[in-house]
C-alpha cells in the first residue's frame, strides 16, 4: 500500500515487555507476534478497535533481532517445548498494515517494536538511585532475614566479617563474587523462588559484561557498624575497590540499560508468574512484589502537556498482566485477575494516579491446558507435564478472591505444563486474553 | 518473652487424578475447538466500505463539476469581470457550504462511532472473566462526548465521581438510571407514532398516501428520538435507518399491491377487507416500533439491559389499531 503524499513518517510504537525472570516474556512476544501476523484471523479479527488492521508482518530489519525463528522452533517442534530464556536483548519489529480512506492523511503504515531482554537485569534498575552504602543496606536487610539467611549463612556470615577499611586480597574477592552469583542462582530456584537477585549481571552476564573485571560483593560490616553517613575508605581496600566496582556497574551496565531501551517507551506489559511465586509460598510472594515495586519506579509515564510530550516520551498505556491463566479452571481464572489486583494493590493504585490507561488482566500467551468435563459433572485440566513430558490430569485449587494482606498463601503440587502439540504459525496460537491485550496495547 | 510463632500457611492443594498413557493427549486443534470466541457485540450500523465503483463515480462527477464551474468563470470574465467574479464567489461559497456540511456529517458520524464502541466495550465486560479494569477510561470518553449539553448535567456529575474501583456494571447501571427520563419521553413516544402510523395507514384510501406517510412519519420519528437524547445522527447512522424506513414504505406497497388485487376476487366481505387493511397497519406500526427502537439504540452510550421498548407495545399498537380500524 502507498502512502499519501501528505502522509507523515511511519509512526513506530514502542511495547516494553517487563517481567522477571521467568514470567514469560520471550513466549508472550512470540504469541504476539504470531497474533499480529494473523490478524485477520481467530479472535483478534473480531477486536472492534483492531478493525482497520489488515496484516502484519514481522521484520527482520531489527538489530539485534529478536529470535523469532528459535520461538516458533520450540513451539512447533515435536515434542513442544517452551522458547529458550533470553540471553540478551533483542528487539521484535511488526509492521502492520492499515485501511484508511483513500482521502485519509494517515500514515497506511504503523511499526510495533517489543524489546525482550533478560529479566534478570530487569532488577539491575533497583540501582539506579542506590549509591554503594545504600546498595549494602538494601541486600542485608534482605540477607538478615529467612529464606537467605538459611540459604547461605557460611557467605554472609563471611561478608559480614569482613573489615571494608582492610586492604583488599583480590583472589578472595573474586572467590566471594562467584559464591554471591552461585547463592543468587540458588535463590531463583525452587523450592525458594526468589526475584530481588541483585546485580542482574552476575546471573546472566550478557556480551559485553565481564563480572571479574570490575568486582565487587556487599560488604555487610558498613551495616553492623550502624553508620549512616558515606564512609571514606581507604586506598585500595574493600569498600574502596568495591565501592568504585559497584559505581562502574550502575553507571555502565544498568543506566545504559535503562536509558537506551526503557526511557523511550510508548506502552508497558507488566508481567507476573502470580500463580508459579504461589507455588513457593509467602516469602517469594514478597520478594517478587518488592522487586517489581522496586523495577517500576524509574519508569515515566502519563500524558501531562503536549509541549511536554514534543521533548520526552512518556507511557500512556500500561498492562498488568498475571500470567498461566489457562493453569486454572474457568471460574478461578477470574480470580487470578482480582487476586493479582489485590497482589499488587500499591503498584496499581500509583500507576492508577498517573494519565495512563492502565488495565490489570489475567493472560495465557499460549493455552497448554484443556478443561475436562467428567461424567459426574467436575471439572479437571489436562496437559503435559513440562518436566516429565506425560499427559497429566489434575484438578487446580479454587483460589480465594483476594490475597491475604500477609501473603501466607501456598499452592501445592500445581504441574508446570508444556505447550500443546500441532501448534501452527499459520494460525493464530490458541491463548487467552492476548486478543484483548493487543486491542488494549495497539488501539488508536 | 517469647516470640509468638508464624501463622501456619494456607495451602491450596491440587488434586492430581492421572497421569501418564491414562491421560488423552491434548493438542492446538482440540483448543482452538474448544475457545469459543467471545462475541464481539453486533455492529449497531453496518460496516461498510465504499465500492470502487462508488469511488470512480463520485470522484468523476466532483471533476465534472470542477470542469463545468471553471468553465462558467471563464465565461462569466469574458462577458464582465463582475459576472466571472460573482461565479467564482458563488462557487466558493457553495464549496465552503459543502465543506462545512461534511465537517459537521463527519463530526457527527465520529460522535456515534464512539457511542458504538463504547457500547462494545460495556458488552466485552460483561463477558464472564473480562477484565474489570479502565472504568475510569470510559467515563471520560462518555463525558467528553457529553459536553456542552445543559441537558446532560445530571449525567456528567454522575460521572465525574466514577473511579478506578468502579465495574462496568456499577457504571452501566448507573447510566441507565441517567437515561431513565430520556428512555421513558422516547418510548413514549415511538409508542405514539407507532399507533399512529398504524392507524393513518390501515385508515388511508390511497396507496400514495400511505407511501408518504410512513416516509414522513418515521422520518420525524428517528429525528424526535435522536433530539431527545441531543444527538446529532451522522450520515451513515441516518441512511441505516432510512434503509429501514424503506423497507417498511416497500411493505406498505407490496401488501397494498397484493390487497388490491386479492380484494377484486377474494375478499369480497367488507368486514374481511377492513380485517386485512387492519393487519396492514400493524404490520407497519410494528415495523416504526423497530425504526425508533434501532434509533434509541443508536443514541445511548450504554446499551440496553432490559428492552427500551416495552415488549407489550407491539399487542397495545395492535389494540389501539384494531379499536380504531373497526370501532363495532
Not at chain 1, 524489546?115 to 546498595?135: H, K, V
Not at chain 2, 470542477?66 to 467574479?85: D, F
Not at chain 2, 457511542?115 to 460495556?122: E, L, M, N, R, Y
Request: aromatic share 8%; glycine share 6%; with cysteine.
Amino acid at each position: 500500500m502507498v502512502n499519501s503524499p501528505f502522509t507523515l513518517k511511519t509512526p513506530v510504537t514502542r511495547i516494553g515487555i517487563t517481567g522477571l525472570s521467568q514470567a514469560g516474556k520471550s513466549t508472550l512476544i512470540t504469541a504476539l507476534i504470531n497474533h499480529l501476523e494473523n490478524i485477520r484471523r481467530g479472535s483478534l479479527a473480531k477486536q472492534a478497535t483492531l478493525k482497520g488492521l489488515t496484516h502484519g508482518h514481522w521484520l527482520r530489519d531489527a538489530t539485534p533481532i529478536f529470535d523469532y525463528d528459535a520461538g516458533l522452533h520450540a513451539l512447533t517442534n515435536s515434542p513442544p517445548t517452551w522458547p529458550r530464556s533470553t540471553t540478551d536483548w533483542s528487539i521484535a519489529r511488526i509492521e502492520l498494515t492499515i485501511d484508511r480512506p483513500w482521502y485519509s492523511t494517515k500514515p497506511r503504515r504503523r511499526i510495533i517494536e517489543l524489546l525482550d531482554y533478560p529479566g534478570e537485569w530487569l532488577l539491575d534498575l533497583c540501582l539506579l538511585e542506590w549509591d554503594y552504602p545504600a546498595f549494602c543496606a538494601a541486600v542485608w536487610s534482605w540477607c538478615s532475614q529467612t529464606p537467605r539467611a538459611e540459604i547461605a549463612a557460611d557467605l554472609i556470615q563471611q561478608l559480614a566479617a569482613i573489615d571494608p577499611n582492610a586492604p583488599v586480597d583480590r583472589a578472595y574477592l573474586l572467590e566471594l563474587q562467584q559464591r554471591w552469583a552461585e547463592f543468587l542462582a540458588d535463590s531463583r530456584l525452587p523450592p525458594h523462588q526468589l526475584s530481588r537477585n541483585l546485580p542482574g549481571r552476575f546471573l546472566l552476564n550478557g556480551t559485553n559484561f565481564s563480572p571479574e573485571r570490575h568486582p565487587f560483593i556487599p560488604l555487610f560490616a558498613l551495616n553492623l557498624s550502624g553508620g549512616t553517613a558515606t564512609p571514606k575508605f581507604p586506598a585500595n581496600s574493600w569498600g574502596a575497590v568495591c565501592t568504585q566496582n559497584y559505581l562502574s556497574y550502575r553507571d555502565h551496565e544498568a543506566k545504559p540499560f535503562f536509558s537506551r531501551h526503557f526511557q523511550s517507551l510508548d506502552a508497558q506489559v507488566i508481567l507476573i508468574d502470580l500463580l508459579g511465586a504461589m507455588t513457593a509460598g509467602q516469602s517469594a510472594l514478597k520478594d517478587m512484589r518488592a522487586a517489581l515495586e522496586c523495577t517500576l519506579q524509574p519508569f515515566t509515564y502519563g500524558t501531562d502537556h503536549w509541549l511536554g510530550r514534543l521533548f520526552r516520551r512518556k507511557i500512556r498505556r500500561v498492562a498488568v498482566c498475571a500470567t498461566k491463566m489457562d493453569h486454572l479452571l474457568p471460574d478461578d481464572q477470574k480470580r487470578l485477575q482480582s487476586l493479582a489486583e489485590s497482589y499488587l494493590y500499591e503498584t496499581v493504585q500509583h500507576l492508577a494516579a498517573k494519565s495512563i490507561e492502565l488495565n490489570v488482566m489475567a493472560i495465557a500467551a499460549v493455552q497448554a491446558a484443556r478443561v475436562q468435563e467428567e461424567p459426574d459433572g467436575t471439572h479437571s485440566l489436562i496437559g503435559r507435564d513440562k518436566r516429565t513430558g506425560q499427559g497429566v490430569q489434575f484438578t487446580p485449587p479454587a483460589l480465594p478472591q483476594t490475597m491475604p494482606h500477609n501473603l501466607n498463601l501456598k499452592i501445592d503440587d500445581l504441574p508446570q505444563l508444556a505447550p500443546p502439540a500441532g501448534l501452527d504459525r499459520t494460525r493464530p496460537f490458541p491463548g487467552r486474553r492476548i486478543d484483548q491485550l493487543l486491542a488494549f496495547l495497539l488501539a488508536d | 518473652m517469647n516470640k509468638a510463632p508464624p501463622p501456619p500457611e494456607q495451602i491450596l492443594r491440587t488434586i492430581i487424578h492421572a497421569m501418564g498413557d491414562q491421560v488423552p493427549p491434548i493438542d492446538a486443534e482440540q483448543i482452538h475447538q474448544d475457545q469459543t470466541i467471545e462475541a464481539e457485540p453486533e455492529p449497531l450500523l453496518p460496516t461498510k466500505h465504499p465500492h470502487w465503483f462508488t469511488r470512480l463515480v463520485t470522484t468523476a462527477l466532483l471533476i465534472w463539476l470542477m470542469v463545468i464551474w471553471s468553465q462558467a468563470i471563464v465565461w462569466g470574465w469574458a462577458l464582465s469581470p463582475l459576472v466571472g467574479g460573482l461565479l467564482l464567489a458563488c462557487g466558493l461559497a457553495l464549496l465552503g457550504g459543502f465543506l462545512l456540511l461534511g465537517w459537521q456529517a463527519r463530526r457527527a458520524k465520529h460522535k456515534l462511532d464512539a457511542i458504538a464502541d463504547i457500547q462494545a466495550q460495556f458488552n466485552q465486560a460483561k463477558v464472564p472473566h473480562a477484565p474489570q479494569t479502565g472504568v475510569l477510561n470510559l467515563s471520560r470518553r462518555i463525558a467528553a462526548l457529553m459536553q456542552k449539553k445543559p441537558q446532560q448535567a445530571q449525567l456528567l456529575q454522575m460521572l465525574s465521581t466514577v473511579d478506578e474501583s468502579w465495574t462496568y456494571s456499577e457504571l452501566a447501571h448507573e447510566l441507565e438510571h441517567s437515561y431513565g427520563a430520556q428512555d421513558r419521553a422516547a418510548a413514549k413516544l415511538i409508542q405514539r407514532e407507532a399507533i399512529r402510523t398504524g392507524i393513518f395507514i390501515a385508515a388511508s384510501p390511497y396507496p400514495l398516501l400511505d407511501f408518504l406517510l410512513v416516509a414522513w412519519r418515521n422520518v420525524a420519528l428517528v429525528e424526535r428520538v435522536a433530539l431527545i437524547y441531543q444527538i446529532k445522527l451522522s450520515t451513515p447512522a441516518r441512511w441505516h435507518l432510512y434503509q429501514m424506513i424503506l423497507r417498511n414504505i416497500a411493505f406498505t406497497t407490496v401488501t397494498e399491491t397484493v390487497l388490491d388485487s386479492v380484494s377484486q376476487s377474494w375478499l369480497s366481505n367488507v368486514l374481511l377487507q377492513v380485517g386485512v387493511r387492519a393487519g396492514q397497519g400493524v404490520g407497519v406500526a410494528l415495523y416504526s416500533v423497530r425504526i425508533g427502537h434501532q434509533a434509541m439504540r443508536l443514541c445511548r452510550v450504554v446499551p440496553e439491559s432490559k428492552p427500551l421498548v416495552d415488549r407489550n407495545i407491539g399487542k397495545m399498537v395492535i389494540e389501539a389499531v384494531r379499536s380504531k380500524t373497526n370501532p363495532a
